[in-house]
């Protein structure tokens, strides 16, 4: 049995008060055909955010009613528009996050358990105010049957991915994982614990909402920084081995991890949003970390990004008829773009795409940074992150860009994609 945990967490800094408030509608559980409206409503919304791959839905008004917008491969589309009473549909949302109902609000964020053909989905709700009315923003946690794909799968080099298991390896050191919202930090991280020995090994997990079940890992869930902080702390002090924290971007968190990483002589994961590997590194150095705790502490720092995979029926297409190969050579500067129909192939009528010019899925590139001794002394030199990543470069890295430069070679991913998700080298 998987345990969900379903009380919502308030953030630490408490929601500001509204400044319009909104009257609940006094009819709730009064005109029982309305409520069963909405809640069709909402499930026909999740169910279909599930279903097309949503990563995030909005529920917001709309000048005639309520409006579902889902977030899919990056991208905003209408799912639905209905009038519909804004006010009742975001009181039902409340409901099913769990959050009060009746002004003053006090907890905004809430999660919303889901069951769909025989799956429980998670959905992080916030509610949002504005002038126009209440909005509602979800994002897709997980599902309870837990992405369990395995390192192998990931799609790495196979040299990132001897890296990143010689890392797991060690008895202790910072494992940092890099990458904007959506680039699948999780699931790396989610990977690699499933790869650590769990019955030789004693592993904690922090998250705001726990990803997915993993035997023989203890899940905490932190409301807020505050207590995410917490318990880093009190996993130090413990005899725990292995400890997965979400999201480092404050400084406590931070110094916490490469204390306990450095100090405390523990492995630690931890995912970060920051462009590219050498970006994570200079991370720590801009919070005024001291470049020795730095670079005791931290062991890998890998950079990634999921990019849509190209339909490969409509690339078929492309190339018969009579489109030039690629010519993107890798490792030059100013490349001479491709012509336009190679950088996204697609056909209007293509069965397998239905004329999106992509498939489900996308594809990891990544970048994989170890620590050595060189770049402990590129920090106490005060470099600069182009300089670390120009000597990570020289060193053998192969970056964000070359990888997805070589994906979008062998048709896989559009050009377009590759200039517009990895950064510049
Ligand atoms: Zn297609």
């Known amino acids: 049995m998987e345990h969900i945990r379903r009380e919502p967490k308030a953030p630490s800094q408490s929601p500001a008060p509204r400044q319009l408030g909104f009257t609940v509608p006094d009819r709730i559980n009064h005109n029982p055909e309305v409520e069963i409206n909405e809640v069709a409503f909402l499930n026909r919304a999740l169910k279909e955010a599930i279903t097309q791959g949503a990563t995030y839905v909005h529920i917001e008004p709309a000048d005639d009613g309520v409006a579902v917008r889902f977030r899919i491969n990056g991208e905003y589309q209408e799912f639905v528009r209905e009038a519909r009473d804004v006010a009742a549909v975001m009181t039902r949302l409340r409901v099913l996050a769990g959050l009060p109902v009746v002004a003053p609000f006090g907890q905004e964020w809430g999660v919303i358990e889901f069951q769909s053909e025989g799956k429980t989905h998670l959905f992080g709700t916030q509610m949002l105010s504005s002038v126009s009315g209440e909005k509602a923003v979800l994002q897709v946690l997980r599902e309870t049957h837990m992405d369990s794909r395995r390192?192998?799968?990931?799609?790495?080099?196979?040299?990132?991915?001897?890296?990143?298991?010689?890392?797991?390896?060690?008895?202790?050191?910072?494992?940092?994982?890099?990458?904007?919202?959506?680039?699948?930090?999780?699931?790396?991280?989610?990977?690699?614990?499933?790869?650590?020995?769990?019955?030789?090994?004693?592993?904690?997990?922090?998250e705001l909402v726990a990803r997915g079940h993993v035997p023989g890992v203890h899940q905490m869930e932190a409301?807020?920084?505050?207590?995410?902080?917490?318990?880093?702390?009190?996993?130090?002090?413990t005899d725990t081995d292995v400890v997965y924290v979400r999201d480092l971007t404050g400084v406590e968190s931070a110094a916490l991890a490469l204390s306990a990483a450095s100090e405390h002589n523990k492995l630690v994961i931890a995912?970060?949003?920051?462009?590219?590997?050498?970006?994570?590194?200079?991370?720590?150095?801009?919070?005024?970390?001291?470049?020795w705790l730095v670079g005791t502490g931290i062991a890998l720092i890998q950079a990634q990004r999921l990019l849509p995979r190209l339909c490969p029926e409509c690339r078929k297409n492309a190339l018969d008829l009579g489109a030039p190969p690629d010519e993107q050579p890798a490792g030059k500067k100013k490349k001479k773009r491709p012509p336009e129909h190679l950088m996204s192939p697609r056909a209007?009528?293509?069965?397998?795409?239905?004329?999106?010019?992509?498939?489900?899925?996308?594809?990891?590139?990544?970048?994989?940074?170890?620590?050595s001794g060189h770049m402990q002394q590129w920090l106490i030199e005060k470099a600069s992150e182009s300089e670390v990543q120009?000597?990570?470069?020289?060193?053998?890295?192969?970056?964000?860009?070359?990888?997805?430069?070589?994906?979008?070679?062998?048709?896989?991913?559009?050009?377009?994609?590759?200039?517009?998700?990895t950064p510049p080298e």
């Open 151 to 206: 390192l192998n799968d990931l799609g790495m080099l196979d040299g990132q991915l001897a890296t990143l298991k010689s890392a797991l390896e060690q008895r202790s050191g910072l494992i940092v994982l890099c990458g904007p919202p959506g680039s699948g930090l999780e699931t790396t991280a989610y990977a690699s614990l499933l790869r650590i020995d769990r019955q030789a090994r004693s592993v904690a997990t922090i």
């Open 348 to 371: 209007s009528e293509c069965d397998k795409c239905d004329g999106l010019g992509y498939t489900d899925g996308k594809i990891l590139v990544c970048e994989s940074m170890p620590f």
């Open 390 to 421: 120009a000597a990570a470069v020289q060193q053998g890295m192969t970056t964000l860009r070359s990888m997805a430069l070589s994906l979008a070679r062998e048709g896989v991913i559009s050009i377009d994609e590759v200039y517009l998700h």
């Open 223 to 237: 409301g807020d920084v505050d207590e995410k902080n917490a318990m880093l702390r009190a996993v130090m002090r």
């Open 271 to 291: 995912t970060l949003y920051s462009s590219c590997a050498a970006a994570g590194l200079m991370h720590f150095v801009k919070l005024g970390i001291e470049p």
